[in-house]
């Protein structure tokens, strides 16, 4: 333990907290509960960024953490505030981000009293946290600050909350921090076991089709130059969830793209083919695996991952391997030989000239495909960060932005958010200022946060949002056109805003494109203008995502839905 230093209250200890965690950015919305804390911060040297709605909040954190690897941070007041959050914090627990989530709360001696703006925060968040805490004397709040920052950041990542009531800001205490962290009943896996890294070595040499199927864990544990060295050494093709998109970049011939149900024909192809699947910081979700039991039913499978709860949990694996993917694989090197046929190698290519991504330009010549919008922002700005909001258009920027290294891809994978992308990307602009960053939105998804414009004009945070607007909930709306008959129930959202009149009147620069020339000279004056932008692009209505694997399908009975049309 450090020693004392000098009396302060809890919320001057709050700050004080923060300073030693290296913290310089916390993204929040005041209230009551929070006014000691607020007061703090008036003069830190932490920058606070006012959101417009608290689920911003927790989606900016997030977006600055997935642009930087470090913890984010995000403060709500009592009762609604805190609530408001828990989406942020769900969505954050599902994509393992690490989040530092500091919640206001009722004074202590009326917890339970159905107080105004109270609600048991560290209940409902129990679930979707990798542990939650209420500060009950002032005295523990740097113990517990230091713990928190140090689970959310290590093993699986994850949000933590601290509830902190109004009493224990004022509580004055002499002020320490720890030095260190000894939690008997944490104790994260962090070096892989090596009898089962030398038995994956045995395998992966004696296999002639192998696949290594890397997900988010290769972007938590910055693996990817030890993922490409594998993959090289190896000469086994890569696929790689929608969350580990950048993880590898799309350029390397060994690359197969996505894979799941709207991933690339050869990889889903390559999976069902295999001998051998190696998965890396991936947890065989089911977007992925389509129907369970014909999941790369041929291959025997490697898991290497940092949480053991998700080994065998949905498709049962022949050698686990616990620990860090950075770790194991820099291991994995020195025990694998090359392994792949160049047979194998040569059929992987003839999928991929047979199979193609691709879409089919409009008759007309007028009309915009969101799939072009795509290509032409890849092309202009081929070093941005992505961020997307959820649908369609989030299938398209995953297949068609050439990503080409980790922490340029954010986008909500497990839970599925909309709404999440321009809050995020506001974090991640602020987070790396130097880069380009783009949200790929839907006319749904960016209506449910584009209250945050007010954020980014007043915070001079130049997000440019790219809205693919097709009048409708674009993805529910492609599953009533394949599986409802064409039944648009409560989909159409035609006509429902002006985006650039939306934009102007929060002093943002709105921008709009109807045709394909368009296209490539707004992207551009967006870039150039260095202001928050939106540009509203008008795109064909009723295109759909393909490749699509319909839903208990295996992942290589495919609809091409180009084709179709």
Known sequence: MTEATEKMTGARA??????????????????????????????????????????????????????????GVCIATSGPGATNLVTGIANAYMDSVPMVVFTGQVPSNLLGNDAFQEANITGITMPITKHNYLVQDANDLPRIVKEAFHIASTGRPGPVLIDLPKDITLQEIDFYYPDEVNLRGYKPTFQGNLQQIKKAASLIEGAKNPVIYAGGGIISSNASKELIQFAEQIKAPVTTTLTGMGGFPVQHPLFLGML????????????????????????????????????????????????????????????????????ILQKLLKYSPASASDAWIDRIDHWKKDNPLYYVEPATGDGIKPQYIVEQISEAC??????????????????????????????????????????????????????????????????????????????????IVAIFNNGYLGMVRQWQELFHNRRYSATCIQNSVDFVKLAEAYGALGLRATRREEVRPVIEEAIASGRPTVIDFVVECEENVSPMVPAGAAINEILDLERKA
């Open 14 to 71: 709050f700050v004080e907290c923060l300073y030693r965690e290296g913290v310089d950015t916390i993204f929040g919305y005041p209230g009551g509960v929070l006014l000691p804390i607020y007061d703090e911060l008036y003069d830190a040297h932490i920058r606070h960024v006012l959101v417009r709605h608290e689920q911003a909040a927790a989606h900016a954190a997030e977006g600055y953490a997935r642009a930087t690897g470090k913890t």
């Open 260 to 327: 799941g149900m709207h991933g690339t024909k050869y990889a889903n192809y390559a999976i069902q083919e295999s001998d051998l699947l190696i998965a890396v910081g991936a947890r065989f979700d089911d977007r992925v695996t389509g129907k369970l039991k014909a999941f790369a039913s041929n291959a025997k499978i490697i898991h290497i991952d940092i949480d053991p709860a998700e080994i065998s949990k949905n498709i049962k694996v022949d050698i686990p391997i616990v620990g860090d993917a950075k770790w």
């Open 382 to 463: 081929p070093d941005a960060i992505i961020v997307t909001e959820v649908g369609q258009h989030q299938m398209w920027a995953a297949q068609y932005f050439r990503f080409k290294e980790p922490r340029t891809f954010i986008t909500s994978g497990g839970l599925g958010t909309m709404g999440y992308g321009f809050p995020a990307a506001i974090g991640a602009k602020i987070a790396r200022p130097d880069k380009v960053v783009f949200d790929i939105a839907g006319d749904g998804s960016f209506q449910m946060n584009s209250q945050e414009l007010a954020t980014a004009v007043q915070e001079n945070v130049p997000v």
